[in-house]
């Protein structure tokens, strides 16, 4: 979702402005906009469309200057245009801003403004914040770092902000409530962004700025106060990103990147964690957890989009290991519902970004209800991994691609080493085969590399059904949430209809659609429901379904049976997901790219959802 970058310092601020912006673009946005100030004073230009829009609108123009502020939006209030774009003015132009997330109350601050005399330009939420900080500060008299203070106190929702003044070319404020920003600590410097990517470049020390803070930068000094003005003590940590890793690295797409690293990243998942030769297991970040972990009455598992898919593989995973029942749970429906959290109940919130506003809102609501949450987050240091009393990170490393891959297979291995974990203290799984269990882990980013190596053979098939208008994805067991996985993939990426069933469901419904024309894939692996789910092909095929399988390797029954297959190689039962996964990312990838998609930006997605 929206993106945003500021400096002030001694550099030029546009390029390493735009240069972030483009940093951020994975996040998703439609318009980009940036106020520079210099002698000339405080102005803004603004674009609907990509960074590369505003970059030829900006061509040939004098932007000198060593302050400035820059945006990516998604739209929320008012249509993507010119004019909705960030940065806003304020009434007299002598301030703008720059705003992620969404301030609720905004038309009733706005009634009130538009009744002292303000006028508006744009339709947007963000205007009117910089408009009421403006209003405080001229009928009160104060600073503008007060202004900004007592106007978010009045503000109800969520917001990062950057405010930049014409009377202070020294001085950016920016403030966070729910939306992430981050500043950057350089030389007599300082960059603020909503991650850390744009900063990097320049600045290994960050300062993650918390909920209800303000940070106030002016002649070159930091300061950062709460919004009941009490002064805290930046916190300056080591960001340890490498800007290889947010680099296509020779890749066409980051999501092609990303689909590849997977043997790596896998293997990072499970980094000093696991040693299978003398059966070592160790999650840092649960130690002093575990045990209520093992004894826990019941799981609940929150989670949006592809991370509720990891979550419903872990689901099976925690019920078989160990034996403990779980609920998986849309966080955007836990949080409106009134759930009943029991003593014992524990909350496992998984997220990529760490900032999705709904699964968070679903922990704090847990947290209110007196459970125990443990996290699984990608981004260290985001809000939701803070938020957490307990967890583990995954360290897929950077996902810029705004389709999920890397984030899920890692996800699913940390969920299957916390299910070992548990069931290991609770004595619910035998030592045989809790050692078989990390032996094959350890053994996955090899036999990933292999299904990447047959990517070409993939690739062909993509290409006989780049044109079709729908698509089937059935599996069972541990594979119907892959199945989700890979119909989610392929619609976000290449728009493609498609829709997710477990194989026994079809015959319910889902089997009137079944004709010449539907392509079904169908994850058909040789596990405990392998002669269920050939009978559900078998199914298909009667009605002319075209059938792409997912087999085993060495299958001899279903090459002859169906129309294409995928062969992987075969693992334990329980970790299939992590194999199975891989072709139908790249189905999902080449399709898109034979439509000609924009894979890594698909339209109307964000890559971190912080509004509900
Ligand atoms: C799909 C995808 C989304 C995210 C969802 C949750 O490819 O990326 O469905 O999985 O928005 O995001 P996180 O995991 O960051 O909470």
């Known amino acids: 979702m929206c993106g945003i970058v500021a400096y002030v310092g001694h550099r030029e601020a546009c390029p390493l402005i735009l240069k972030g912006l483009r940093r951020l673009e994975y996040r998703g946005y439609d318009s980009a906009g940036l106020a520079l100030l210099n002698g000339d004073g405080l102005k803004i230009y603004k674009k609907k469309g990509k960074v590369s829009d505003l970059e030829q609108e900006l061509s040939g123009k004098d932007l000198h200057a060593t302050i400035g502020i820059g945006h990516t939006r998604w739209a929320t209030h008012g249509a993507p245009n010119d004019v909705n774009s960030h940065p806003h003015y304020s009434n007299d132009r002598r301030l703008a801003i720059i705003h992620n997330g969404i301030i609720e109350n905004y038309a009733t601050i706005?009634?009130?403004?538009?009744?002292?005399?303000?006028?508006?330009?744009?339709?947007?939420?963000?205007?009117?914040?910089?408009?009421?900080?403006?209003n405080i500060r001229k009928e009160t008299g104060c600073s503008l770092e007060e202004a900004v203070?007592?106007?978010l106190q009045e503000v109800v929702g969520a917001y990062a902000i950057v405010v930049i003044s014409a009377d202070d070319p020294t001085q950016l404020i920016a403030a966070r409530k729910g939306s992430p920003l981050v500043i950057g600590v350089g030389d007599d410097e300082y960059f603020f962004a909503s991650d850390a990517t744009p900063i990097i470049?320049?600045?290994?020390?960050?300062?993650?700025?918390?909920?209800?803070?303000?940070?106030?930068?002016?002649?070159?000094?930091?300061?950062i106060i709460t919004l009941e003005n009490a002064q805290t003590t930046p916190y300056i940590q080591k960001v340890e990103l490498e800007l290889e890793a947010i680099e296509k690295g020779g890749f066409d797409h980051f999501m092609m990147k990303e689909i590849f690293e997977q043997p790596r990243s896998i293997a990072d998942s499970m980094r000093g964690r696991v040693r299978a030769e003398d059966g070592h297991?160790?999650?840092?970040?649960?130690?002093?957890?575990?045990?209520?972990?093992?004894?826990?009455?019941?799981?609940?598992?929150?989670?949006?989009?592809?991370?509720?898919?990891?979550?419903?593989?872990?689901?099976?995973?925690?019920?078989?290991?160990?034996?403990i029942p779980v609920e998986v749970e849309y966080a955007s429906e836990f949080r409106y519902r009134n759930p009943i959290i029991q003593e014992r109940d524990i909350v496992i919130a998984i997220s990529q970004s760490g900032e999705t506003a709904d699964t968070l809102a679903a922990i704090e609501l847990a947290k209110s209800k007196g459970a125990t949450i443990f996290g699984v987050c990608n981004v260290v240091g985001s809000s939701i991994a803070r938020a957490t009393h307990a967890g583990a990170y995954t360290h897929a490393g950077p996902e810029i691609g705004v389709a999920s891959t890397k984030a899920f297979t890692a996800q699913v291995t940390v969920l299957t080493l916390m299910a070992l974990a548990a069931a290991l203290r609770a004595g619910t799984i035998s030592d045989t085969l809790f050692r078989q269990l990390l032996a094959e882990l350890e053994r996955i980013p090899a036999l990933v590399e292999k299904v990447l190596q047959d990517a070409e053979k993939v690739k062909e098939i993509s290409y006989i059904f780049t044109y079709a208008k729908n698509f089937i994805y059935l599996g069972r067991g541990l594979n119907f949430?892959?199945?989700?996985?890979?119909?989610?993939?392929?619609?976000?990426i290449s728009y493609i209809h498609a829709e997710g069933y477990p194989a026994a469901e079809m015959k319910h419904g889902p089997i009137a659609l079944i004709d010449e024309d539907m392509p079904v894939v169908v994850i058909a692996t040789k596990d405990s429901?392998?002669?269920?789910?050939?009978?559900?092909?078998?199914?298909?095929?009667?009605?002319?379904?075209?059938?792409?399988?997912?087999?085993?390797?060495?299958?001899t029954l279903l090459p002859g049976m169906v129309d294409f297959v995928i062969e992987i190689p075969k693992v334990h039962e329980i970790?299939?997901?992590?194999?199975?996964?891989?072709?139908?990312?790249?189905l999902s990838y080449y399709i898109a790219v034979m439509?000609?998609?924009?894979?890594?930006?698909?339209?109307?997605?964000?890559?971190?959802?912080?509004?509900?």
């Open 481 to 492: 949430p892959v199945a989700l996985e890979g119909a989610l993939k392929l619609k976000e």
């Open 529 to 555: 429901s392998y002669e269920k789910i050939v009978s559900n092909i078998q199914e298909v095929k009667a009605r002319k379904g075209r059938v792409i399988a997912v087999v085993t390797e060495g299958d």
């Open 110 to 134: 706005k009634q009130n403004l538009v009744r002292k005399g303000h006028e508006f330009r744009s339709e947007t939420d963000s205007e009117v914040l910089i408009q009421f900080i403006e």
């Open 575 to 586: 970790l299939v997901p992590l194999i199975s996964v891989i072709p139908l990312q790249l």
């Open 149 to 151: 203070r007592l106007a």
């Open 201 to 223: 470049e320049y600045t290994k020390d960050v300062v993650y700025l918390n909920d209800y803070e303000i940070a106030v930068v002016r002649d070159g000094a930091l300061r």
């Open 281 to 323: 297991l160790q999650l840092g970040g649960l130690r002093d957890y575990l045990d209520q972990l093992a004894a826990s009455k019941r799981i609940v598992i929150v989670g949006c989009g592809t991370s509720w898919h990891a979550g419903l593989v872990a689901e099976y995973i925690f019920e078989e290991l160990a034996r």
């Open 595 to 612: 439509r000609g998609r924009n894979v890594d930006q698909p339209r109307n997605l964000a890559k971190s959802v912080t509004v509900e």
